[in-house]
């Protein structure tokens, strides 16, 4: 492993993380289905302002299980972009579904609501727009073309909890919307995920399909009583510790928010000289978290030329996203060609994120400016 003088993120943690985990541990019981487990649904689902909130142990399960709770199955088609993580694509294969590529717009990097009703067929039973780097989609006009056409909307809002249009929290708008708390994200619990959604229905499906298609009004390990199993499931629980983790770091997500935004804010402003460097600035009403501080360079080889200048300076820089229908899974499997998406393409040639995180010091924020000045001049 590299020794980053910059890395490209750092987990912000404090005591209280300390103290509700070693809570959970001392209590030598309860390490899975813990109370937690409800305390921390409960608490995103207000945050958003939503009904429903079901915990998983990761965000793909989240997908895979929402997919699976809406019954989407073989002979169904589901838009998404190319320009997100590779779980928004494999999702919809895992549940034998067909995924429809659909190009993005050059604002928000989420799917151009514009170019939708061109990619629906007979067959589709879903829209899944992506909310990049902590940056929503256009999600109401997404919204109205899959309520125009009757079509699912189901967000994958992984990198976005506490983003928000238009004073409407991410996951407030779609039918479902899943998060990610993997280790990069805004909240993190190393690994985790959840959907929220105001379906009782969908909610009830999502906590079967989490732990083997078990009906249980009491908890597994507490229950001396047989289970009655209904349907297949999966083992896609989040453990007790890492709710209690969860439940900590929300309790500090818009602290955590706003100084993401401040050091954003100091970044952008070091970096405005340079006509070449274009930051991901959110519309008027769009409310950036900075998952990802991203930037887009004039093309590939002066993207490259800086990658590799800031990786040689040991500071931690990514490519994200190259297009997942160029990838070599996805073009053999369906024969997509160079070129299919030229908004989503043009935009992986020229895109690189630099290193964001909350508790970034002035040294490494002065460092990091100061490379890329020295790189431009």
């Known amino acids: 492993m590299k020794n980053w003088k910059i890395p490209l993120y750092k987990i912000y943690t404090d005591d209280e993380d300390v103290n509700l985990i070693t809570k959970v541990i001392k209590r030598g019981s309860s390490w899975a289905l813990g109370p937690e487990i409800e305390e921390f649904e409960n608490a995103i689902k207000n945050y958003v302002g939503v009904d429903y909130c079901a915990t998983l142990n990761s965000g793909t399960s989240a997908l895979h299980a929402t997919y699976l709770a809406y019954g989407i199955k073989d002979g169904d088609e589901v838009i998404i972009p190319s320009f997100s993580f590779i779980s928004t694509a494999n999702s919809v294969m895992f549940v034998n579904a067909k995924p429809i590529f659909a190009d993005i717009e050059e604002t928000t990097l989420g799917l151009n609501p514009e170019l939708l009703e061109e990619k629906i067929s007979s067959s589709t039973k879903a829209i899944v727009p992506m909310d990049y780097g902590g940056l929503s989609c256009n999600i109401f006009e997404i919204n109205n073309v899959a309520k125009n056409n009757n079509i699912l909307l189901i967000e994958d809002g992984a990198e976005a909890l506490g983003s928000s249009v238009h004073g409407k929290k991410v996951g407030s708008v779609s039918d479902s919307t899943i998060f990610s708390f993997c280790g990069n994200k805004v909240l993190t619990t190393g690994e985790g995920g959840a959907v929220v959604t105001n379906s009782k229905d969908i909610y009830e499906k999502i906590k079967m399909v989490r732990s083997h298609g078990r009906i249980s009004q009491i908890d597994y390990f507490n229950d001396p009583k047989g289970s009655q199993y209904i349907e297949l499931g999966y083992n896609w629980r989040m453990s007790s510790l890492t709710a209690a983790l969860g439940i900590s770091q929300l309790g500090k997500l818009d602290k955590i928010i706003k100084m993401r935004k401040e050091n954003a804010e100091y970044i952008s402003a070091r970096l405005s000289k340079f006509t070449q460097i274009t930051p991901l600035t959110p519309p ?94």
């Open 284 to 377: 008027v009403g769009y409310d950036h978290i900075y998952q990802m501080y991203t930037i887009k360079l004039p093309d590939r080889k002066i993207r490259n030329s800086l990658h590799n200048y800031l990786l040689d300076k040991r500071i931690f820089s990514k490519i994200y996203f190259e297009p997942i229908h160029l990838t070599d899974f996805y073009r053999q499997k369906f024969g997509i060609k160079d070129g299919a998406l030229p908004i989503t393409e043009k935009i992986s040639q020229c895109i690189l994120t630099i290193p964001i995180y909350p508790n970034m010091t002035m040294e490494e924020k002065t460092y990091l400016v100061e490379s890329i000045s020295d790189f431009f001049e």
